[in-house]
């Protein structure tokens, strides 16, 4: 009968010095860890899916007055009771989220880039560009300026993503963009 205590250690192929190959691998897999680790500060500061434009703090009143005063500079007509503006390319962009409307609507020149400044009145908002695939929380007291450059002339639809109320599911804002002028 084999059995062994403490005192006795047992004897088996555990208790040898690691092997080369294995010491080998332990190396390569502490540094990929540390790659993984150093990675997840990197990505939040690097990656793809931080928004491309400035944010800062604003107050709902200071960005309606700011809205109201894009659309008195560059309005061109008038969609359903809404406001039509036109901005020049290059230039900032304001569209503000209420229950249930997105304000104003844009008409914007394929090419071109705008700086995109988004804020909520009231509530939180989801800007869900369709049929492009752009997602983005619009939250109040924030103002969102992201940059974009619309590259395929059509009617864009923006759909509210983020539950806001009864009227939610009616919330629909349109972004017209034109085509690029060829003379
Ligand atoms: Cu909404």
Not at 23 to 32: D, E, P, Y
Not at 153 to 171: A, D, L, Q, W
């Amino acid at each position: 009968m084999s059995w062994h205590t403490a005192i006795v250690p047992p004897t088996g192929v555990w208790w040898k010095p690691a092997g080369k190959q294995e010491k080998t691998w332990i190396v390569i897999a502490f540094i990929w860890c540390m790659v993984l680790f150093a990675m997840m500060p990197l990505w939040h500061i690097r990656g793809g899916q931080n928004p491309s434009g400035i944010r800062s703090k604003v107050t709902s009143k200071a960005f309606a007055e700011r809205t109201a005063r894009f659309i008195a500079d560059y309005q061109v007509g008038e969609d359903g009771g809404l406001p039509v503006v036109a901005p020049p390319p290059g230039s900032d962009v304001y569209l503000q989220a209420t229950m249930w409307q997105w304000t104003p609507v844009l008409r914007l020149q394929e090419g071109a880039s705008y700086t995109i400044h988004m804020s909520a009145l009231d509530v939180n908002h989801g800007f869900s560009l369709y049929p492009a695939n752009v997602n983005f929380q619009i939250i109040p007291g924030y103002d969102y300026g992201l940059k974009m450059t619309p590259n395929t002339p059509g009617e864009y639809k923006i759909i509210c993503n983020e539950f806001c109320g009864i009227g939610h599911h009616k919330m629909l804002g349109k972004i017209i963009v034109e085509p690029k002028e060829t003379s």
